[in-house]
């Protein structure tokens, strides 16, 4: 879980990936959702874009991973996590994928796709 300091520090502003992975997501009524696996950047423009989330499975055996976009997320820093606003059942039906076999990132056509599940704004009209 990660420390997020609010005097000194990096700060709920400004965190590390590294500090970001593993951090849980929930729901806003507090269901647990998952875990931040990976944090996603577009290299070209410099953007976070997606963070991977990894939901299901025994002791994170058969769990399956998500793209969900940074814009949907909102980080809880007194809770020291970060909420989706999304339901269990939702991200159970959401595109997901599995850790041999990810999708293409950069594919526009698979990225609004997700952007539309989640009801965000596409990060490059951003």
């Given at each position: 879980?990660?420390?997020?300091?609010?005097?000194?520090g990096?700060?709920?502003?400004?965190?590390?990936?590294?500090?970001i992975?593993?951090?849980?997501?929930?729901?806003?009524?507090?269901?647990?959702?998952?875990?931040?696996?990976?944090?996603?950047l577009?290299?070209?423009?410099?953007?976070?874009?997606?963070?991977?989330?990894?939901?299901?499975?025994?002791?994170?055996?058969?769990?399956?991973?998500f793209?969900?976009?940074?814009?949907?997320?909102?980080?809880?820093?007194?809770?020291?996590?970060?909420?989706?606003?999304v339901?269990?059942?939702?991200?159970?039906?959401?595109?997901?994928f599995?850790?041999?076999?990810?999708?293409?990132?950069?594919?526009?056509?698979?990225?609004?796709?997700?952007?539309?599940?989640?009801?965000?704004?596409?990060?490059?009209?951003?």
């Amino acid at each position: 879980m990660a420390t997020y300091q609010s005097h000194q520090g990096p700060g709920p502003q400004v965190l590390s990936a590294s500090t970001i992975t593993g951090d849980d997501v929930r729901s806003p009524a507090g269901e647990d959702l998952g875990k931040i696996e990976e944090v996603m950047l577009d290299m070209t423009s410099g953007k976070v874009t997606y963070a991977v989330l990894s939901f299901g499975g025994v002791l994170g055996m058969g769990s399956k991973l998500f793209a969900i976009p940074w814009s949907a997320l909102e980080l809880d820093p007194d809770n020291k996590c970060f909420v989706l606003d999304v339901d269990k059942k939702k991200l159970e039906n959401a595109p997901g994928f599995d850790k041999d076999n990810w999708p293409s990132f950069a594919d526009n056509k698979w990225a609004t796709q997700i952007h539309s599940y989640y009801g965000s704004r596409p990060y490059w009209e951003i």
